[in-house]
Each structure stands twice: as C-alpha cells, then as structure tokens.
C-alpha cells in the first residue's frame, strides 16, 4: 500500500464538490487515511509551494490557495501515487481526459480543484508538511 497526498482546493470547495471528489477517490480504490479542512496562511503555501518561487505564477499561486479552505487528504491504495494522479487528470483542464476530476471539477490551470503528489517521495514530503505521524 501507497500513500499520497491530495488537496482538494478553494475553487473546488466554493462548487461544493469535496463529495463528489473523495467519493470518485474512494470508487477509484484510495482510501482516506487522513483528512482535514484548514485555510492555509500566506507562510503555509509559500512553504508548500517553495518549489516554484522562481516562477511568475508563484504570487497567483499563493493568493489563490489562501483564498478560502482546503480539505486536505492523504490517501491510500496500491500504486496510490499514480492511481490519484491519474484520477485527477491533466494540470490544464481543457487537455484533462472526459471524466477526471479535473475536467468535470477545474477552472484553469491554476483552479484545477486538485493537487496531488507527483512522486512518492514528494508524497512523503507533502504528507509531513500538514500532518504529525
């Protein structure tokens, strides 16, 4: 059993879809092992996010996921990683694939309504940031 991590963000729960995306995760085979709603502070996301300050969405990035609540989610499955990365679909949701949560659920590319770890160990990392062991 893997374990990733999984943000269902603010455009997504201003849609009111936190159901309908953890019942696709859990009918897909992800179990949730753990969940919380948090607003994340500017000090959060700019940590999460550290990875990408570099870049000029960074600012927009930030704002955006401090707009509002997230649910925060770790996930569980064989190959769960991958299994949630696909489940969301493509970062962009015009080029998502028909049924994903991000074609049926994301705004653009920045309001996709998901995050998901890219790798185990970047689901590792994520984990650790919001949730004590």
Aim: include cysteine.
């Amino acid at each position: 059993m893997e374990k990733t991590f999984a943000i269902v963000k603010p455009n997504a729960i201003k849609k009111s879809c936190i159901g309908k995306i953890i019942a696709m995760a859990e009918d897909a085979g992800l179990k949730v092992v753990a969940a919380k709603m948090h607003t994340l502070s500017t000090k959060e996301a700019a940590g999460f996010y550290a990875e990408h300050s570099a870049r000029p969405f960074f600012a927009s990035l930030t704002t955006f996921m401090t707009s509002g609540p997230v649910v925060l989610l770790v996930l569980e499955a064989d190959n769960g990683v991958e299994k949630w990365r696909k489940l969301m679909g493509a970062t962009d949701p015009a080029k998502a694939a028909p049924g994903t949560i991000r074609k049926l659920y994301g705004d653009s590319i920045e309001a996709n309504s998901t995050h998901g770890s890219e790798t185990l160990a970047a689901a590792q990392r994520e984990i650790a940031f919001f949730f004590d062991k």
